[in-house]
């Protein structure tokens, strides 16, 4: 009886034994498995990628590398070492990126000069200002040009130059015309496009009339900018105005040598010539035409050139273009 309760207590001495081994077992188990502790085989490693925030996961794994005694450990690749007792690699810095330097400023360019002085802004000229003793002889195109050959070749053997108003419409019917003034020289202006009284249009109809004149002229092979000339002389303050806003300075004349009248208005070469010599002053602004009259067909103004440019010489007066109205 007293070997059998022996026997008994033996046992359960083991048992108690067995229980307290798996104890500690299940103990170092579980200080393996907490958080933070280095496991002795890492798992295979896996690309490291970086949050929105630039810093490394601390979930991520990196490469393992064999140590001397031939137990893996985990290899570091940042560039700062990890936080001691961690066992993790420490967040990336990120690299500033400075700013792209400024391109450099073109300077702004030169504001195109102005067409004309501004001094003579709101007006319609009728001499040239400061021109001394020196005449403008200019002609009027709106009509037919039959007058045209006789005036150029009466203005090239005095080797005088001339400035021409030229409607659109004669430009475009005349193409030839345009070329031959330019050839010899000549200054060109504009004339409106149909030559229609300015005062009854309105600002916009006074746009239209001078740029498709200037497109006509220009497409004829001459710049008439920014000489300008109202049909009929008719003008107020308020078509000046818009002139000027389209960049054209109006140029008027001091004497009319009514030439365009013909005989049969009574008009004669001579008288043509008389009248051009009674009106004769510094900056003097001659106004002739180059189409012959629609009733008699004359063309008084081309007839009589040659006398009027030897009356004006021998008066002591040269010859200038509307050109010296710019300078």
């Not at 001495?13 to 933070?36: K, N």
């Not at 037919?144 to 070749?153: D, E, K, R, T």
């Not at 002389?233 to 806003?245: C, E, F, M, V, Y």
């Not at 001659?286 to 030897?310: C, E, F, K």
């Amino acid at each position: 009886m007293r070997s059998m309760v022996a026997g008994g207590r033996r046992r359960l001495m083991v048992i108690a034994a067995v229980v307290a081994a798996l104890g500690l077992l299940a103990a170092g188990a579980a200080v393996l498995l907490l958080p933070g502790t280095p496991t002795a085989f890492p798992p295979a490693s896996t690309p490291v990628t970086a949050t929105a925030s630039g810093s490394v996961p601390a979930t991520a794994s990196v490469p393992a590398t064999a140590s001397a005694s031939g137990t893996q450990t985990p290899a570091l690749t940042s560039a700062t070492s990890p936080p001691p007792g961690t066992g993790l690699p420490a967040p990336a810095v990120p690299v500033p990126v400075p700013p792209p330097a400024p391109e450099p400023t073109a300077p702004a360019p030169a504001p195109p000069a102005a067409p004309f002085p501004g001094a003579l802004a709101g007006r319609d000229l009728e001499t040239i200002p400061g021109a001394g003793a020196a005449v403008a002889l200019t002609f009027d195109a709106g009509a037919n040009s039959a007058g045209l050959p006789g005036i150029l070749q009466s203005l090239a053997a005095a080797r005088v130059r001339g400035t021409f108003f030229l409607t659109g419409s004669w430009a475009a019917a005349n193409p030839g015309g345009v070329a031959a003034i330019v050839a010899g020289g000549h200054r060109v202006g504009n004339h409106s496009m149909t030559h229609p009284a300015f005062t009854g249009l309105s600002d916009a109809g006074i746009a239209d009339q001078l740029r498709s004149a200037e497109q006509a002229i220009r497409a004829a092979g001459a710049d008439p900018r920014p000489l300008f000339r109202f049909p009929f002389g008719d003008r107020d303050a308020r078509t000046i105005a818009a002139a000027n806003n389209l960049g054209y300075l109006p140029v008027r004349w001091s004497v009319d040598t009514l030439g365009w009248k013909g005989t049969s208005g009574g008009v004669t070469g001579q008288l043509v010539a008389d009248r051009v010599l009674a009106g004769l002053k510094p900056g003097e602004i001659v106004l002739m035409h180059i189409g012959s009259n629609p009733d008699d067909g004359t063309t008084l103004d081309a007839d009589a050139l040659p006398q009027v440019i030897s009356r004006i010489r021998q008066a002591g007066y040269d010859f200038t273009t509307l050109d010296a109205l710019l300078g």
